[in-house]
């Protein structure tokens, strides 16, 4: 049963988040969401409706603490989009209403080549990043060690598609290797500064999300492109990164297991057993519960079975695959905290 | 039945022995290229190497040469783009590869649309296509709508973040059979079953087969929703095209 060596009760949720990262023991698995978990009733209860609690820090911070609060699960994490700093960086946002995520208008790119960008002075004090920041402060205040807090700062790959346009970008790394190259180490910057602000405001561990899918590209675009960044993000920013990667990834899996990053956020697209194989301890994996058919569509049985899918598999940490659609039952999400803990009591003889 | 060695052009061969598995497509490949000139193969093997320069080079020169804009697009580029999908299909390739073809396949299909619009030829099959309210992604939709328009079909794109009314209006505007819908977010899937409900307020369901496709959809999703068909991916959306427009054909005898 992966890392539970310690006798229930014994951690705080801070504490066994931080563990799960590092591989140690833990007195139960974590409930860890690296993405997001608003919904639209969690923005009810809390007064703090999309797309407000993505621009105003008290509101963001509102509904995060939902997570922890309502739900039940180890985490905070008050970044639900993957916007706040391509705004900062001048990309043109779809805010949308309480019912979808804001988007960029990657349909009009703001860049075309290397020399265009320029990661502006105001990066960190923009409305959109420094909302994050301070919502960080008050959730850091307010629950001081009792949960993990967590940021986000996207990774300079996802950067690009949102800055140049995801055809163009990829078609620039297809065409010219170097040029696609000298973009990722000016875009990594912004990653780099992001992030570090986000744990000096208070962050614990921070999500990494940098689109590298199989759904796009190959996995020898991840060794060539990405895994020497991601090994420097581990040594330039203080703090357990989880590294976020949507769609099929097992075939990149034993590439990222090389970053030294804490986790990997995984698809259900990838077998929670599979993927364990490939990465062999070297790496935490945080999942890998179906958003659309499961925590939307089905009922608590099914979570519950993934749940244990995960847990049977050694997984460290268990939570929603990624963000999840903002119409999904509290019921649902609910019953991931519930099924770690009957799973663990189901197997707490055998240790 | 052909052989591989009646295929004259090496690269072509090559590639049907190294990535071609189903026997099937092997069969049916084989015979295409077998029987199509040297010229139409040299086409189709720069459209797979994704060089859309000599693919613009080539098409020029054929038809320069008198060979018919049917048989370049046919024999040459619609070939060609046939072995990309099957590629992708099977992950040898990825997003940025098979975007090289398409742009190679357009470096053609600048040279033959013309021409097949002036002599009044009819495209396989008319389709319209767009990502749904609320969600901006498209590069889904568009390997789509490559993979359609490279396999004949003519296809209206309605672009991103497209509302019910105007998949409605798109279809009657155009008097289309196939109406196609992506998504990739969770949150705006929701948004193909409105769109269908929208469909059958408008009392137009049963004049359009509707198909639906994207990253998180999957069969269950689809048949939820009340659609006709679904692709996992661009080669699967035109065999789902075709096979919808066939019963459509079929319904309407």
Not at chain 1, 246 to 274: L, W
Not at chain 1, 305 to 328: F, H, M, R, S, W
Request: aromatic residues 6%; contains cysteine.
């Amino acid at each position: 049963m992966g890392t539970g060596a310690k006798s229930a009760g014994q951690m705080t949720s801070r504490q066994r988040v931080m563990a799960a990262l590092r591989r140690e023991p833990v007195d139960r698995t974590p409930v860890c969401n690296p993405t997001s978990v608003a919904t639209v009733e969690l923005m009810d209860l809390a007064d703090a409706p999309f797309p407000e609690a993505c621009r105003e820090p008290e509101s963001m911070a509102r509904l995060a603490a939902t997570g922890y609060t309502e739900l039940g699960f180890d985490t905070i994490m008050p970044v639900y989009t993957i916007i706040q700093e391509s705004s900062a960086l001048g990309c043109k946002i779809q805010w949308e209403q309480k019912d979808n995520w804001p988007t960029v208008k990657m349909r009009e790119p703001i860049w075309e080549k290397p020399e265009d960008i320029k990661i502006p002075s105001n990066l960190l004090t923009h409305s959109d990043t420094k909302c994050v920041l301070d919502a960080i402060r008050i959730l850091r205040k307010e629950f001081g060690d009792e949960v993990a807090i967590i940021g986000k700062t996207m990774g300079p790959w996802s950067l690009g598609y949102h800055c140049f346009g995801v055809e163009q970008f990829l078609l620039m790394s297809l065409d010219d290797p170097g040029k696609t190259k000298l973009c990722l180490e000016k875009l990594k910057e912004a990653t780099v500064q992001f992030g570090l602000a986000q744990i000096e405001a208070g962050a614990d561990a921070l999500t990494l999300p940098d689109h590298a899918t199989g759904d796009l590209v190959s996995a020898e675009y991840y060794e060539r492109y990405l895994r020497d960044l991601h090994i420097e993000f581990v040594e330039r920013i203080p703090a357990p990164l989880i590294l976020h990667i949507c769609g099929r990834t097992v075939d990149r899996m034993d590439y990222i297991a090389q970053t030294g990053m804490a986790a990997f956020h995984y698809d259900s697209k990838n077998e929670p057993a599979e993927s364990m194989g490939v990465v062999r301890s070297r790496i935490s994996l945080v999942g890998n519960i179906n958003n659309p058919e499961t925590l939307f569509s089905k009922g608590p049985e099914q979570v519950r079975k993934e749940v244990y899918k995960n847990l049977d598999a050694g997984v460290q940490l268990v939570g929603p695959e990624c963000a999840i659609p903002l119409q999904t039952a509290i019921e649902n999400l609910k019953e991931i905290p519930l099924a770690v803990r009957d799973w663990h009591r189901e197997h707490a003889t055998t240790n | 039945m052909a052989e591989i060695t009646d295929i004259s052009n090496d690269f072509i061969r090559q590639e049907i022995e190294e990535y071609i598995e189903r026997p099937e497509e092997r069969e049916r490949n084989i015979n295409l290229f077998a029987r199509a000139r040297p010229k139409m193969q040299e086409i189709a093997a720069a459209l797979i190497d994704g060089d859309n320069d000599t693919v613009n080079r080539l098409t020029r020169e054929a038809l320069d040469s008198g060979i018919e804009a049917l048989e370049v697009m046919d024999d040459g580029l619609i070939a060609g783009m046939g072995i990309v999908g099957i590629k992708f299909r099977q992950n040898f390739i990825f997003v940025p590869e098979v975007l090289a073809c398409a742009r190679a396949m357009k470096a053609g299909m600048a040279h033959i649309e013309p021409i097949l619009s002036a002599a009044g030829i009819e495209p396989v099959g008319k389709v319209i296509m767009g990502t749904v309210k609320g969600d901006l992604h498209d590069i889904g939709k568009n390997l789509c709508i490559m993979m359609l328009r490279g396999s004949g079909f003519e296809v209206i794109d309605l672009g991103v973040d497209t509302a019910p009314d105007r998949f409605i209006e798109a279809v009657e505007e155009h008097d289309a059979l196939l109406l196609g819908m992506s998504a990739l977010l969770s949150t705006t899937m929701p948004n193909m079953g409105k769109t269908i409900e929208a469909f059958i307020d408008a009392d137009l369901r049963d004049k359009v087969k509707i198909m639906v496709g994207g990253a998180p959809v999957t069969q269950e999703f689809a048949d939820d929703m009340g659609a006709d068909g679904y692709g996992k991916d661009a080669l699967a959306c035109v065999a789902t095209a075709k096979k919808l427009l066939g019963v459509v054909a079929k319904t309407r005898a």
